[in-house]
């Protein structure tokens, strides 16, 4: 009887409530979720497949974070701004005459290299129109790289030793520059990405399922995979020391100057692959940048610290399971939206998040800090 | 013995608000100058650079400086003393809007209220502000750093879409529209004829006031109060705690500082700042809209204190002076080049501003296609661009600045 006492005593109800009443949620989503697909298996299929297209995007985007702070023990909030300025980047490359129709047709195209007065190089060669977007996207993401390598080597590398929570802040600055100069060249025509699959796709039953759903996850998947393998090669290892240690990863002729300089250019990357996805539905119905471009990675940070800031694996189940949260909530909730507000499947993941943090404090994959007395 | 001014005897004198007599004295004038400052008095207009500030154009902005000043004292208490970063300031702040119009406010066919009197719904905005504050930090104490930022990143969104909601509606207004504020005068209840007129131009005591000045000296005299409240706090009891925690959490625990306790103290305090601040600055649009409180004035006063100084208390005036007025000065030395008619005005004029294609930095057209920014743009960039340049070169702020200067004379003509 008293160890029995003892034990009840011993349950710690700052951590045992939140564990209940996440698995309270869980069971209910799931009863819930069962019932929907009993009762209307192509539209919970469809949603699926949307939710999935989604969560694929916000797992790129979160790749992105964890790539940077692996590296440089640092959330990067320009991030959004990032992938704005990479969509920006596709719509200089790809623009045509006069936008007004998201998908019109294909006019003549006119497409110039940003920053200058140079035509795109690609329209003199020509070729299937698909061909020339996928090398523009190409080509637009290795500006994208630049950007990321100038903004490291301006802004941050000067920070290498302060305090994390200051890099924090000098990204956050970042983003609010960007921020204007993005907006200062969206704020009159919307810029359209022209993706050569536009707002087509094939149905199930009587719901559409977009190509651009397909085309995320096939990105997400193969950007996994390929970060998977970075960090089993040389430079990957280096970047894991860098994180672990600067000083010692140092000593031991890892030049950490260029491990960040790395880290941050593929962030842009892919921050801006992110942002091309978040111009594409389910995110956005408009194919072009416009100035909720940039909210998409803000949008994601759910993801990241609900799997945890340095794990690839806690991105993408993070990123995934928030997008499961967002679209099912917005599709079987639908009928109360004056009480819940409208755009309500967009403030989703923050609780979700909430939920998530009181039972895991550090995500459900990361590391918990280390802390010396 | 007496008259050095770094020699203490006893941790109360060293621990006092103003320890030698010239500080005391200093400081007398400069808040003495601060209250006339609005009035056209044969002293002050002659100080330069100052008499302008008086000027009914100036007036509001200052009064708005006024009142970022108290938040960001409240987010210095949080951040700056107990070192809990938090991006949810602006959340805050909009609670305490919020709440201040739902007892203020005017009851009608779309809104709640009560039409109570402001020493109801001044006090009430802080208070649920703090309460909210309270509610929020079991998630919030158990989180640390960058963690903690982004969580309470999240409870921006999460309030920016309280507007969207219909019962939200009811409190805030409809979206993009918001809702008319509660005036500032001073009522014993509800009646007609307020007991301080704030509001309206009118005679105070034996003198004209004007509605501007009035609203100057209100937000003055309360920001007065709260930085006295902030100092005080800082060097009491609480204070130490929280410095403690700042500079080391497990060896605050260790020496028995209980960290829950102090982390929720820290959080509810803050709140209450941020909650006054919040209805004091609809006050000053005399409009509430949601859409204000968003993430951009939550990274303002992150900016303000580390521009400032974070963990003094002067550091936030300093800072919200800078944040706040900067643009305002940059925006009025645009308008003057724009006017200029002859000499090197005209000539810069001519090279740095442009209403169209011509060669130019700032933009003076209503709309700005094209790689031209107008002035407001350009002070969002100055703005993120005094951001980095002062963390990379000054991580201590303005203040940090003026401590160098102080001591170099001190020791001088020693270098250390």
């Not at chain 1, 945890?308 to 995934?320: K, M």
């Not at chain 2, 107990?82 to 909009?94: D, E, I, T």
Request: charged letters at 10%; aromatic letters at 14%; proline letters at 4%.
């Amino acid at each position: 009887m008293a160890s029995a006492a003892a034990n009840f005593k011993s349950v710690d109800l700052r951590r045992g409530a939140p564990l209940g009443f996440l698995f309270g949620a869980l069971a209910s989503a799931l009863v819930f979720g069962l019932v929907q697909l009993a009762n209307d298996p192509d539209l919970f299929f469809v949603t699926f497949m949307k939710s999935m297209g989604l969560g694929s995007v916000y797992a790129l985007i979160a790749l992105g974070f964890v790539l940077i702070f692996k590296a440089t023990q640092t959330v990067n909030f320009a991030q959004g701004a990032l992938a704005a300025t990479g969509a920006l980047f596709v719509s200089f490359l790809v623009a045509e005459r006069s936008v007004f129709v998201a998908d019109s047709i294909q006019t003549e195209r006119y497409g110039q290299i940003p920053f200058t007065n140079l035509s795109n190089p690609l329209n003199a060669i020509g070729g299937p129109d698909w061909l020339f977007w996928v090398l523009s996207v190409f080509i637009a993401l290795a500006f994208a790289a630049a950007v990321g390598l100038v903004v490291e080597r301006l802004a941050i590398r000067p920070m290498v030793g302060e305090p994390l929570f200051s890099v924090a802040v000098i990204t956050l600055g970042l983003e609010i520059m960007f921020r204007v100069f993005n907006n200062d060249a969206v704020v009159i025509e919307f810029r359209s990405l022209q993706a050569p699959w536009g707002l087509e796709g094939f149905t199930v039953g009587d719901e559409l399922i977009n190509w651009s759903f397909i085309a995320a996850m096939i990105t997400a998947a193969v950007a996994f995979v390929a970060v998977y393998f970075f960090y089993r090669s040389r430079l990957g290892i280096a970047m894991r020391a860098v994180a672990f240690d600067q000083e010692a990863a140092m000593a031991q002729g890892i030049n950490v100057g260029r491990v960040f300089a790395i880290a941050w250019a593929a962030g842009a990357v892919l921050a801006a692959i992110g942002g091309i996805f978040a111009t594409q539905p389910p995110v956005d119905q408009t194919l072009s940048v416009d100035q909720e471009t940039a909210n998409i990675a803000f949008r994601a940070l759910p993801a990241v610290i609900l799997g945890g800031l340095d794990s690839v694996t806690g991105a993408l189940l993070g990123g995934l399971l928030v997008g499961v949260a967002e679209i099912y909530a917005g599709q079987y909730a639908a009928a109360n939206t004056s009480w819940l507000g409208a755009g309500y499947p967009l403030i989703v993941p923050y609780i979700v998040m909430l939920v998530g943090l009181l039972v895991r404090p550090y995500g459900f994959f990361g590391t918990p800090e280390i802390r010396r007395v | 013995m007496l008259g050095r001014p770094n020699l203490y005897t006893s941790y109360q004198q060293e621990s006092q608000l103003l320890p030698t007599w010239t500080q005391k004295v200093v400081f007398a004038i400069f808040v003495a100058v601060l209250f006339l400052l609005p009035f056209d008095l044969p002293v002050i207009s002659h100080i330069p650079f100052v008499r302008f500030l008086g000027d009914s154009d100036w007036l509001l902005i200052m009064s708005r400086m006024l009142v970022f000043a108290i938040a960001a004292l409240g987010l210095n208490l949080l951040s700056g003393i107990g070192g809990q970063v938090s991006l949810g300031h602006a959340f805050f702040m909009g609670v305490g809007a919020c709440a201040a119009v739902y007892l203020g406010g005017t009851s009608g066919e779309t809104t709640w209220g009560h039409a109570l009197p402001i020493w109801i719904w001044l006090p009430g905005a802080g208070i649920a502000a703090a309460l909210i504050g309270v509610l929020v930090s079991p998630v919030a104490v158990r989180l640390r750093g960058l963690y903690l930022a982004i969580v309470t990143l999240g409870l921006v969104f999460l309030g920016l879409h309280f507007g969207n909601t219909s019962w939200g509606t009811k409190i805030a207004g409809a979206p993009a529209y918001g809702r008319e504020f509660p005036d500032l005068d001073i009522r014993l209840w509800k009646e007609e004829t307020p007991l301080l007129d704030v509001s309206s131009s009118g005679r105070w005591l034996w003198f004209e006031v004007s509605d501007l000045q009035k609203l100057y000296l209100f937000m003055l005299t309360l920001t007065i109060a709260f930085a006295v409240l902030s100092k005080n706090l800082s060097r009491s009891r609480t204070g130490r705690a929280l410095q403690a925690i700042r500079d080391r959490d497990i060896a605050a625990e260790v020496m028995g500082v209980a960290e829950f306790r102090y982390k929720l103290i820290a959080f509810a305090v803050s709140s209450f700042f941020a909650g006054v601040a919040g209805a004091l600055f609809a006050a000053l649009l005399q409009r509430l809209q949601v859409e204000q409180f968003g993430l951009f004035l939550s990274v303002e006063f992150i900016a303000i204190l580390l521009i400032g100084g974070a963990g003094t208390t002067a550091g936030p005036l300093i800072g919200s002076f800078f944040v706040v007025m900067v643009p305002e000065f940059v925006k009025a030395f645009t308008n003057w080049l724009e006017g200029a008619e002859s000499g090197p005005a005209e000539i810069l004029a001519r090279a740095a501003l442009t209403d169209g294609d011509d060669f130019g930095v700032i933009n003076t057209a209503i709309q700005t296609p094209g790689w031209t920014l107008s002035v407001d743009a350009w002070n969002i960039v100055l703005f993120g661009a005094l951001i980095i340049v002062f963390l990379i070169a000054e991580p201590l702020g303005i203040f940090g600045i003026w401590v160098r200067i102080r001591n170099y004379w001190k020791r001088w003509p020693f270098s250390y």
